[in-house]
Nanobody, 127 residues
Framework: QVQLVESGGGLVQAGGSLRVSCVASGRTFSLSVMAWFRQGPGEERSFVAQISRTGGSTYYAESVRGRFTISRDNAKNTVYLQMNSLKPANTAVYYC????????????????????WGQGTQVTVDS
């Protein structure tokens, strides 16, 4: 079993930056495609970013491309989401997700494709 724990959320002013982190338990982190999703109030959980097993390929929702960067450190069992130029519309709970069966870039833009989830971390962007 895989346990994912997010951290780093908080309150930030519009235009500011924040980095959220996700630490995975176990010894199979490098076998998993990792992703970040978001869920705002009254919204469906939606795709933000995905990273391949080695970190060599990344994929982004169009709304965050150029502002957000996903990365991973397999030695630390950690995936990161660097969020720059934040907007109030980015306010949401951000969730880390993992799956061992997906091929990055082929699948994984739907929440129900991931087998493991963290508890989420709240990101709030002030106007």
């Amino acid at each position: 079993q895989v346990q994912l724990v997010e951290s780093g959320g908080g309150l930030v002013q519009a235009g500011g930056s924040l980095r959220v982190s996700c630490v995975a338990s176990g010894r199979t982190f490098s076998l998993s495609v990792m992703a970040w999703f978001r869920q705002g109030p009254g919204e469906e959980r939606s795709f933000v970013a995905q990273i391949s097993r080695t970190g060599g390929s990344t994929y982004y929702a169009e709304s965050v491309r150029g502002r957000f960067t996903i990365s991973r450190d397999n030695a630390k069992n950690t995936v990161y989401l660097q969020m720059n130029s934040l907007k109030p519309a980015n306010t949401a709970v951000y969730y880390c997700a993992a799956d061992r069966l997906l091929t990055a870039g082929v699948g994984g833009n739907k929440a129900d494709e991931y087998g493991y989830w963290g508890q989420g971390t709240q990101v709030t962007v002030d106007s």
